[in-house]
């Protein structure tokens, strides 16, 4: 049974990028199937939606953080990863990632998350 | 920005129905889906394509569309049924392929 396993420090210094990566075990990164996404959630608040990647390589990202996100994909490690840059206090929540299932493409078709890894706190402080 | 708009709270008895309210404009265009989240726990996908029910998801679980609102029900409450309720769509432009509503907490009285 495919599984996805959040990894990375749990403390960034603020104005520092956080990195975190995904490790997806049970099943192949390169699947034409599906997207790659993560997703955070800040204490006590809702989710939103970071960023996604297919095995290819193109991502797609929340307009409102896509100045600071990069997201990548190492299919050898069956692994994609997070960086998000000049991080302040805000950025601070638990960051999960995501498998997403659906049809068509991102922007013409329907695409949701179907399978979640634990998630890490990330806390952002000096 | 596009916006998916749920109410912060539900309150409902065991063996009442809960039913839950997300609105956004693309709704009559987009699918909507639904995920479950206990404390400290990741969400779980309950509802996808607006009403189908992934495996192993109780049957008193669906949902249904209407215009720019979609509802997820969830018939006779359980204790076990409280938690967090998270709508996902996407806005019709393409430039939120996924976006998430606020969430709603069901409590069960």
């Known amino acids: 049974q495919l599984q996805l396993q959040e990894s990375g420090p749990g403390l960034v210094k603020p104005s520092e990028t956080l990195s975190l990566t995904c490790t997806v075990s049970?099943?192949?990164?390169?699947?034409?199937?599906?997207?790659w996404g993560w997703i955070r959630q800040p204490p006590g608040k809702g989710l939103e939606w970071i960023g996604s990647?297919?095995?290819?390589?193109?991502?797609y990202y929340n307009p409102s953080l896509k100045s600071r996100v990069t997201i990548s994909v190492d299919t050898s490690k069956n692994q994609f990863s997070l960086k998000l840059s000049s991080v302040t206090a805000a950025d601070t929540a638990v960051y999960y990632c995501a498998r997403s299932i659906g049809e068509g493409t991102v922007t013409t078709g329907y695409w949701y998350f179907d399978l979640w890894g634990r998630g890490t706190l990330v806390t952002v402080s000096s | 920005s596009y916006e998916l708009t749920q109410p912060p709270s539900v309150s409902v008895s065991p063996g009442q129905t809960a039913r839950i309210t997300c609105s956004g404009d693309a709704l009559p265009k987009q699918y909507a889906y639904w995920y479950q989240q206990k404390p400290g726990q990741a969400p779980v996908l309950v509802i996808y394509k607006d009403s189908e029910r992934p495996s192993g998801i109780p049957e008193r679980f669906s949902g249904s569309s209407s215009g720019t609102t979609v509802t997820l029900t969830i018939s006779g409450v359980q204790a076990e049924d409280e938690a967090d309720y998270y709508c996902?769509?996407?806005?019709?432009?393409?430039?939120?392929?996924?976006?998430f509503g606020g969430g709603t907490k069901l409590t069960v009285l």
């Open positions: 990647i297919y095995y290819s390589g193109s991502t």
């Open positions: 049970g099943g192949s990164i390169s699947s034409s199937s599906y997207y």
């Open positions: 996902q769509s996407a806005d019709s432009s393409g430039t939120y392929p996924w976006v």
